[in-house]
């Protein structure tokens, strides 16, 4: 390839990152997958049997600290990655970069946080949690109910906003060898390739820490009614709670796939670019192509299985919760 159309086409993957997972969440998780779903206003048939036994309020409250320390830990993985991205685009472009991300962090957190409502969270906590309360088998349910929405909209806004900014990142690091074709023809090629594969896997994983903690406290929340309710009321809550969060974590894991992967590709086109020209020998282009773009077959593993994490967390748990529920019994 030229390097007049290497520009060009660093560019157009980085605005693939950008472009991939909206696309990715908009068309298929939200117009098709809510088409298949309930609606706003349906009410599935499901009977909120709750339970009496004094035993309820300690259930309750232990379901409550569970989801209170998922969020607890969303939130501290999302400032994390949110300050990660940031300095690597300050890193790369300076205060215009730092900026940036700071308004694409603002924008996507700002907008999934007002549009943070939808029909599984409306069906599975919202009218279970009001149920609950019009039977008296809920704890302090105003209080409950304003701190639940508080969390989530934390939670929300600094989860999404951490991944808008991430995002960015990763196309910024598509665009980085594109738009600076001088950087090819002095020394150190290989190490910047390098440096730039190591922060497309460490954006990758960072991003990936973000999302499974989101799915996490996702399937946590929608079940917390479930402590409340007893026999096949909470049964039929469980799974169908377990099936919306694992929904989610799906969406998750696709929205990632779709913003790292135009990156890595970028990284890896250069790659092959600079062997070409000349300016990277075979042997030193071979630990960076193929698993060796990751540190090696290991690392590759650890990359793919960090991305499926928040589509597979969801399933893993229900296994250990169904384990640990035959060894009890």
Request: aromatic share 6%; glycine share 10%; proline share 5%.
């Amino acid at each position: 390839m030229s390097a007049a159309a290497s520009p060009a086409r660093g560019r157009a993957l980085a605005a693939a990152c950008l472009i991939a997972p909206l696309a990715i969440y908009a068309g298929v998780f939200q117009h098709l997958a809510y088409r298949l779903g309930p609606a706003r206003g349906d009410v599935l048939p499901d009977a909120f049997a709750f339970a009496a036994a004094p035993g309820r309020i300690v259930a309750d409250l232990a379901a409550r600290e569970a989801f209170l320390l998922a969020s607890a830990a969303m939130l501290v993985i999302s400032v994390g990655a949110l300050v990660y991205a940031l300095a690597g685009l300050h890193r790369s472009h300076g205060r215009p970069g730092l900026a940036a991300g700071a308004l694409a962090a603002l924008a996507f957190g700002g907008y999934a946080a007002a549009t943070s409502g939808n029909p599984w969270r409306s069906h599975l906590v919202d009218r279970a949690l009001a149920a609950a309360a019009e039977a008296d088998a809920l704890f302090a349910p105003l209080r409950t109910q304003g701190a639940l929405d508080a969390i989530v909209l934390l939670d929300t806004f600094l989860g999404i906003g951490a991944v808008g900014a991430m995002i960015l990142r990763f196309a910024s690091l598509a665009l980085a060898e594109g738009d600076r074709p001088a950087a090819r023809r002095h020394g150190a090629h290989a190490a910047r390739l390098a440096a730039r594969e190591r922060a497309v896997a460490r954006s990758l994983l960072a991003g990936a820490l973000i999302l499974t903690s989101a799915a996490v406290a996702t399937r946590i929340f929608y079940h917390l009614p479930a402590a409340l309710m007893e026999g096949e009321a909470a049964e039929t809550h469980r799974a169908l709670a377990a099936l919306a969060a694992t929904r989610w974590g799906a969406a998750y894991t696709a929205i990632l796939v779709g913003a790292a992967a135009p990156a890595f590709l970028a990284v890896q086109l250069d790659l092959s670019d600079a062997v070409e020209s000349g300016a990277l020998t075979s042997e030193e282009a071979a630990p960076l192509s193929g698993a060796g773009a990751l540190g090696g077959p290991a690392r590759a593993i650890g990359a793919v299985a960090a991305a499926l994490g928040p589509a597979a967390v969801g399933p893993l748990l229900g296994v250990l919760e169904s384990a640990l529920g035959a060894f009890a019994a």
